[in-house]
């Protein structure tokens, strides 16, 4: 079964802004530690920001300030405002959910997000 469904990607130009949405119906998503990570070709898979259960957030150094990371327990889903979005943002974006109380990780299938310059 699906776990984590991503949604909101797209092609946008440089300078542009996109939000990324992930749901997790199937999970009890309040107790996950929540992220979103990105692939670009040829490239190893990095986190771009994640949040935990309680709220506290991180950002790679080459978002902040530009990303915004969110979620709401109540409908399930985590939120990645990307603004001012640049080429280097190119990849496929994937969400991820962890709880170390149940050893549960979970991953959704990818969005790809494509930036033009």
């Known amino acids: 079964q699906v776990q984590l469904v991503e949604s909101g990607g797209g092609l946008v130009q440089a300078g542009g802004s996109l939000r990324l949405s992930c749901a997790a119906p199937?999970?009890?998503?309040?107790?996950?530690?929540m992220g979103w990570y990105r692939q670009a070709p040829g490239k190893q898979r990095e986190l771009v920001a994640g949040?935990?259960?309680?709220?506290?957030?991180n950002y790679a150094d080459s978002v902040k300030g530009r990303f915004t990371i969110s979620r709401d327990n109540a409908k399930k889903v985590v939120y990645l405002q990307m603004n001012s979005l640049k080429s280097e943002d190119t990849a496929v974006y994937y969400c991820n959910g962890a709880s170390r109380r149940l050893g549960q990780d979970y991953w959704g299938q990818g969005t790809q997000v494509t930036v033009s310059s």
């Open positions: 199937r999970i009890s998503f309040s107790i996950y530690d």
């Open positions: 949040i935990t259960s309680v709220g506290s957030t």
